[in-house]
Structure formats: structure tokens, C-alpha cells
């Protein structure tokens, strides 16, 4: 934003048409999103406009959205951090060999319910 401005101002400095510093100052703030307007309030309360040099504005617009970029992107970590989940898996053998073994019973009735199934087709 600041070198679009800076090029506007020079293109109308070569045009006869010259900005005081306070001006500047005013234009900047009045371009601002309205997001940034809890700051542009605070520069307005705490400084004097007339004497405020370009270059403090400019450090101080800065550094807040220096600021509001750091927030951004602890709050994208934490949320992603909130999206992993982890599970601890464990392993108990005696119900692996509990589970192996009526695994093996189910399948010896489940042939003999197939085998009876046949013969009795046969008749």
C-alpha cells in the first residue's frame, strides 16, 4: 500500500499538487480497512496528527499487523493441533489367543452347518 501511495503522491507532486505531512498522515488512516479501525481510533487518541512524522505512522501500522499475522498463525497451530488425535494402542495376548480360538469354533460349526446343508440336498 505504501508504494502505490508513495508513487500516487510523486505522480501529483510532478502535477503541481502538494500534500502536506499531516494530509498524508490523514489519507493513510482514512484508507485503512475497517478491521484496522480499533488502531487508526488509537493513533488519533494518542498522537497528534499535525506533528505525527509519516514514517512513526507507518512503524506503528506495521507493527500492528506484524502482530495480527503472529496471532493468525498461532491460533492456525493450535487449531491443528486440536485436529490430531492420537490413540495408544495396546496389546493383551490372552484376549488375542481368546479371540483366535472362538474364531477357530465359529468356523469348525460354520462347516458343519455347510456340510449338513449338502447332505440334506442330497435326499
Not at 42 to 68: Q, R, V, W, Y
Not at 84 to 97: F, M, P
Amino acid at each position: 500500500m505504501l508504494t502505490r501511495f508513495t508513487n500516487i503522491t510523486n505522480a501529483l507532486q510532478a502535477l503541481d499538487k502538494v500534500y502536506t505531512n499531516s494530509e498524508i498522515v490523514r489519507k493513510i488512516l482514512r484508507c485503512l480497512p475497517r478491521m484496522w479501525m480499533h488502531k487508526v481510533t488509537t493513533i488519533e487518541e494518542a498522537k497528534d496528527l499535525n506533528t505525527l512524522p509519516l514514517e512513526d505512522l507507518l512503524g506503528s501500522l506495521m507493527t500492528h499487523e506484524f502482530s495480527i499475522l503472529k496471532r493468525d498463525d498461532e491460533e492456525e497451530t493450535e487449531r491443528k493441533k486440536k485436529n490430531v488425535i492420537a490413540l495408544k494402542s495396546t496389546t493383551n495376548e490372552e484376549t488375542d489367543n481368546e479371540s483366535d480360538q472362538e474364531l477357530a469354533l465359529i468356523t469348525r460349526k460354520f462347516k458343519r452347518f455347510l456340510e449338513s446343508k449338502k447332505k440334506v440336498g442330497r435326499k
